[in-house]
């Protein structure tokens, strides 16, 4: 079932169940170690495609009996949704935004701090509604296993 023990994305012709979803789940769990989890990031940045991801944490759902493990592979499959396709100026508003978050706390030019608050508060309203969009739609995928 688990498949042909392909390397990396979902790539041509290849299925999610192309792949092993051990390898998969722990490429996974590792970008969320070393991201942070709870950021919006680019869909690239994932090591799998999302529908890859997804049925890999599926079937790692069906399989364990494991309370903590179940909660686990659950909260993985919702932070799918902070994985969305970004723009070049979505990613630089991205990367700059812890830097200038505190930078605007010490810094006497609040106006082109300002100026960038303004761009990255619409980037950000954009990210939350698309954001709540699919977490919405992965909890009901959830709620029919």
Request: proline fraction near 3%; charge should be positive; aromatic fraction near 14%.
């Amino acid at each position: 079932m688990f498949g042909l023990f392909k390397k990396k994305k979902h790539i041509g012709n290849s299925t999610p169940t192309d792949f092993d979803p051990y390898d998969v789940t722990g490429a996974y769990h590792k970008l969320l170690i070393e991201k942070n989890s709870g950021n919006y990031a680019d869909i690239s940045n994932l090591p799998y495609s999302k529908e890859v991801i997804k049925a890999a944490l599926v079937s790692c759902i069906k399989a364990t009996d494991v309370k903590e493990d179940l909660e686990y592979y659950k909260s993985a499959y919702l932070l799918l949704a902070f994985y969305q396709p970004l723009s070049r100026s979505q990613k630089t508003i991205l990367e700059k935004w812890d830097y200038v978050y505190a930078q605007r706390v010490s810094s006497r030019s609040f106006t082109k701090i300002n100026s960038f608050f303004k761009k990255a508060n619409s980037v950000m309203n954009y990210l939350n509604k698309v954001y709540s969009k699919e977490v919405k739609l992965l909890s009901k995928e959830l709620e029919q296993l």
